[in-house]
Nanobody, 126 residues
Framework: QVQLVESGGGLVQAGGSLRLSCAVSGRTFNNYAMGWFRQAPGAEREFVAAMSWSGGNTYYADSVKGRFTISRDNAENTMYLQMNSLKPEDTAVYYC???????????????????WGQGTQVTVSS
């Protein structure tokens, strides 16, 4: 089992920045896919960014490419999402997720991630 706990959400003005954290505990493997997803009210959960727990290639949704950065600190068992140049349309509950598949397979597919955090709210005001 893998446990994930997000933190770092909040209210920020458009153009501002936030850094989300995801504390990871339990049994993880270096080839696990790790991802960030978000869900706005009335919308389906959508992919934001992904990487392998071992590092290496990253993968981003077009809507956040160039503004968001996914990273991890294996020593701290923590994954991060640095969000810059935030826009009102980034407003959503953000979830971290882990999947028992290589990232190149799981990529942005919600159904490939078995473990989910409880979510953290990000609100961007205009």
């Amino acid at each position: 089992q893998v446990q994930l706990v997000e933190s770092g959400g909040g209210l920020v003005q458009a153009g501002g920045s936030l850094r989300l954290s995801c504390a990871v505990s339990g049994r993880t493997f270096n080839n696990y896919a790790m991802g960030w997803f978000r869900q706005a009210p009335g919308a389906e959960r959508e992919f934001v960014a992904a990487m392998s727990w071992s590092g290496g290639n990253t993968y981003y949704a077009d809507s956040v490419k160039g503004r968001f950065t996914i990273s991890r600190d294996n020593a701290e068992n923590t994954m991060y999402l640095q969000m810059n140049s935030l826009k009102p349309e980034d407003t959503a509950v953000y979830y971290c997720a882990a999947g028992a598949l290589p990232m190149v397979i799981a990529r942005g597919r919600v159904d490939k991630y078995q473990y989910w955090g409880q979510g953290t709210q990000v609100t961007v005001s205009s």
